[in-house]
């Protein structure tokens, strides 16, 4: 046994007992990053444990006296989560995002003083001007590891694209070759590995693993109406083993859950990245990991990488846009269960919400060019208030437009402010079409699921390209049924009630609006404020 093999071996028992042994595939990991300096994509399942892989690699590449490592991670509640496993081996591991701010001139200075060993980031803090030009110098040995949490969000293929992860490519490129890089994900099928190693470079390993997950109970139910669905949660959640979460597509579902599992007694908080002030995410994601809660009625928010081993339950009150999605999401529970049960709850209102999602995933060309015609037209740099003066676009479609032009190369920023470089652009109409498309397939295919009379598992491992997927034997279909699909009638009429007195609340506008129609900038007086309205009906109450 090499001296890095031994040292991994003993810092994984330190972290995990003394009778733990590596799964397969993780110490050829540690040792290709610490011994090769090689730069590796893992493709493995979740809870397979890839956390547990770079930080042993990073405590070793820190105990021979190189640089931390940065690890690019792309949720808030994923960030905590790995913060708190590394400190389980003794890593300084410190992060860097809009929950820290205050933090963030005590961060450089032990980045100065080589006090971190690892610091996470979000891809967005790339492109930070003041990570560029204060953070980044602070780190005074360079870079030791750097790690790529999610690596399929590199890929437009990616259920979960992210345009600031094209910045990493960039990043990668520049690194020195002695500098290893550590890329993991759980939901790469063969196109997004394809693209994340035509991107990062040839030098890429892959090291991909079986993906089923044995301790899984899936099961798929058609409920059209959202008050049968509710009536079902209503009546199964309790008897569901320990506590779980209930994704839901949009966040007004999340709070609407939620807010009807309380109604019948169920301990349950909603969970979103809207959530109302004084409201924090972190506190609910604490009571859910000490089992306080039944369950956290979610969105995406809480998904990649969140780590609660013993999570008994993931539902899904509507159908995901996809396999890849889906198979992430469930991969939340079971994780050191013999059981855990995913069930998948199909609506009517599924196709609408995914169809959006599709539509509004690119920004448009006519919005595109639109809003690089206005930065060019400026006689400086220009910020987002100025533009949105000028472009016939919502603050959030024009942001994401900038987005992407700054990822492109098109835009570039100076402070808040934005300017035309000198690259030329030209939108790539025939990318967002091919990515487009590839959405729809994707979306066919989990309509497929819902209604497969074969293994719900296997189904999931072949769309993720998975060359050992095979019947699992403990699915709904496997086992000729699984959880009871019946409703209580009783219980339904209460949910159709429930719902024809949820009405979403409209909340005020508090700033004037950036058009300077009425001569006035800033906030709006309260006594000027308009009252706080209701919705008292929304599309689709025709059928609940």
């Given amino acids: ?184 994900t759980a939901t790469a099928n063969n196109r997004v590995v394809a693209d994340v190693q035509a991107q990062i470079g040839d030098a890429l390993r892959v090291s991909r693993g079986p993906l089923t997950r044995d301790s899984l109970r899936l099961q798929a139910i058609r409920l059209p109406g959202q008050a049968s669905r509710l009536a079902w949660l209503a009546q199964h959640l309790p008897g569901l083993p320990g506590s779980g979460i209930v994704y839901c597509l949009t966040t007004a579902d999340c709070d609407r859950v939620a807010a009807w599992l309380r109604h019948n007694g169920i301990d349950a908080a909603a969970y979103h990245a809207q959530m109302p002030q004084g409201m924090s995410r972190e506190a609910l994601e604490q009571r859910l990991l000490k089992n306080e809660v039944k369950a956290l009625v979610a969105s995406v928010a809480l998904g990649m990488g969140f780590d609660k081993p013993d999570l008994g339950f993931v539902v899904h009150y509507q159908r995901p846009g996809s396999l890849i999605a889906y198979y992430q999401q469930i991969g939340r529970a079971g994780r050191s269960v013999p059981e855990a049960y995913a069930v998948l709850l199909s609506g009517r209102e599924d196709d609408e919400i995914q169809e959006y999602f599709i539509r509004h995933a690119f920004p448009g060309v006519e919005a595109l060019t639109s809003v690089l015609g206005a930065v060019e037209a400026a006689d400086t740099a220009i910020s987002t208030a100025q533009l949105e003066r000028k472009v016939n676009l919502r603050r959030g479609k024009l942001e994401q437009c900038l987005k992407f032009l700054e990822v492109d190369g098109a835009v570039a920023r100076e ?130």
């Fill in 1 to 184: 046994m090499t001296a890095t093999a031994s040292r991994a071996d003993e810092l994984l028992r330190a972290m995990l007992g003394p009778n733990v042994r590596f799964r397969d595939g993780q110490l050829e990991a540690i040792l290709a990053t610490v011994d090769e300096r090689a730069r590796t994509l893992l493709v493995q399942r979740t809870g397979w444990g890839k956390s547990l892989v770079y930080f042993i690699a990073t405590k070793i590449i820190r105990e021979q006296g190189l640089g931390p490592a940065l690890l690019i991670s792309p949720l808030l509640s994923l960030m905590r989560n790995q913060v708190e496993g590394a400190e389980r081996i003794g890593i300084r591991a410190a992060r860097m995002d809009s929950d820290t701010v205050d933090a963030w001139d005590a961060i450089e200075s032990r980045l100065a003083a080589d006090e971190i060993d690892v610091l996470l980031v979000s891809p967005e803090r790339l492109a930070n001007d003041r990570f560029q030009t204060r953070t980044i110098p602070q780190i005074r040995l360079g870079l030791g590891l750097l790690v790529v949490d999610e690596a399929h969000c590199i890929s437009d293929w990616g259920h979960d694209f992210r345009p600031d992860y094209r910045r990493l490519v960039r990043i990668v490129q520049g690194l020195p070759a002695n500098v290893p890089m550590l890329a993991t």
């Fill in 415 to 544: 402070g808040s402010k934005y300017f035309r470089t000198a690259n030329p652009w030209n939108p790539d109409v025939t990318r967002f079409e091919r990515v487009t498309a590839t959405r729809h397939e994707e979306l066919a295919a989990i309509q497929a699921f819902v209604d497969s009379r074969s293994c719900l598992m296997e189904f999931v491992a072949q769309a993720l390209d998975d060359p050992h997927a095979r019947p699992c034997g403990h699915c709904a279909v496997c086992r000729h049924g699984l959880l009871a699909v019946d409703i209580d009638q009783a219980i339904a009429q209460r949910a159709v009630e429930f719902l024809r007195r949820s009405h979403r609340v409209i909340e005020p506008r508090v700033r004037w609006g950036s058009t300077g129609l009425v001569g006035r900038t800033g906030n709006i007086a309260a006594e000027l404020r308009a009252s706080t309205g209701q919705a008292l009906c929304m599309w689709g109450d025709a059928g609940w």
